[in-house]
């Protein structure tokens, strides 16, 4: 066969076929008029070797694989030098991802301490009228499982996008492989403004400031406990957000749902306060798209953070998906 079907059928660039030719690791016929003739072995040998590469195995680095093959062996791996090579990708491999993960670290402690340096946390005291929403009154309601967030646990997220407070459009959708950490609030206070009218009494409502600050301090530890992202989401703006995340010396980005798009497309439990209507706290954990996991109700909202990063520590990821249940 011509160069361009070997290509074809191996699902690689003709430039690519003529490169392994010239390291040797396939070696075509030729026809009378001076034309390379490749077979079957070479269509084998050609898939062998990009199916390694795709590994991260250098082309350079797959002769012992294809050796094998054309020794008689029924798989490429087959041989002990192909084992001793795969042995020498995967140390590589190791090395790379320690190294990866000392400067992940490195980079984590250098963003929280940039931005506690800069945060601008207004005192309880400076206020002025007298409200600390760092501190939970201890006389408030506990919220009751309703069962509105029973049918969200292996739930697919819709392909709803928001915009973050670095803003960026962020497709909830897309999030990725890893576990993303959504926790769902209300809305969190702000000094010099007041509060609904009757906030402390409504179960589940008082708490979003200590909860944020919560994932704030434990942002480094749910990372390294497999979160790949955490947002915080709720229904106000993405001005109102931002001075969130300026005052609390926040690491992490916070998104806005004022349309409340989310609650509509999952059927989140909402509730009404002053005319508006608000989120009920909940947390989600997703991957791969789908709702892995639900935390509802969240109470106390100061030491949730600490309870998703449990829920981390005693659920790693082992490869496969994960079951999906909800508390």
């Given at each position: 066969m011509k160069i361009s079907e070997l290509a074809r059928r191996a699902d690689v660039t003709t430039k690519a076929v003529r490169y392994y030719e010239s390291l040797g690791l396939i070696t075509p016929g030729r026809l009378a008029n001076g034309y390379r003739d490749y077979d079957e072995d070479d269509v084998r040998l050609v898939r062998e070797i990009r199916a390694l590469h795709r590994l991260g195995i250098p082309v350079e680095r797959t002769r012992p694989f294809l050796e094998c093959l054309a020794a008689g062996s029924a798989y490429a791996d087959d041989c002990p030098a192909s084992l001793?090579?795969?042995?020498?990708?995967?140390?590589?491999?190791?090395?790379?991802?320690?190294?990866?993960?000392?400067?992940r670290t490195t980079l984590i402690a250098n963003l929280n301490a940039a931005a506690r340096r800069g945060s601008a946390v207004v005192p309880p005291a400076a206020h002025g009228d007298g409200e600390d929403y760092l501190t939970l009154p201890a006389d408030l309601p506990t919220p009751e499982d309703d069962g509105a967030a029973d049918h969200l646990a292996g739930t697919a997220m819709p392909a709803l996008t928001l915009l973050d407070t670095a803003g960026r459009a962020i497709r909830l959708d897309a999030l990725g492989p890893r576990r993303t950490v959504v926790y769902v609030y209300p809305l969190t206070g702000r000094p010099g403004t007041d509060l609904p009218e009757g906030w402390n009494s409504i179960p589940g409502a008082r708490g979003c400031t200590p909860e944020t600050c919560g994932f704030r301090d434990h942002f480094?530890?749910?990372?390294?406990?497999?979160?790949?992202?955490?947002?915080?989401?709720?229904?106000?703006?993405?001005?109102?957000?931002?001075?969130?995340?300026?005052?609390?010396g926040l690491p992490f980005d916070m998104l806005s749902d004022p349309a409340l798009g989310l609650a509509g497309n999952l059927g989140l439990p909402t509730f009404e306060a002053d005319g508006m209507r608000l989120f009920k706290r909940l947390t989600l954990v997703v991957r791969d798209g789908v709702i892995e996991h639900v935390?509802?109700?969240?109470?106390?909202?100061?030491?949730?953070?600490?309870?998703?990063l449990s829920w981390l520590r005693e659920n790693?990821?082992?490869?496969?998906?994960?079951?999906a249940h909800s508390d």
């Open positions: 001793a090579t795969y042995r020498e990708a995967v140390d590589e491999l190791t090395e790379r991802i320690e190294a990866l993960t000392a400067r480094q530890d749910l990372l390294e406990a497999g979160a790949g992202r955490v947002y915080g989401l709720s229904s106000q703006d993405c001005g109102y957000q931002n001075e969130v995340v300026e005052r609390l935390f509802y109700p969240v109470f106390p909202p100061n030491a949730h953070a600490e309870q998703v790693p990821l082992r490869g496969g998906a994960a079951t």
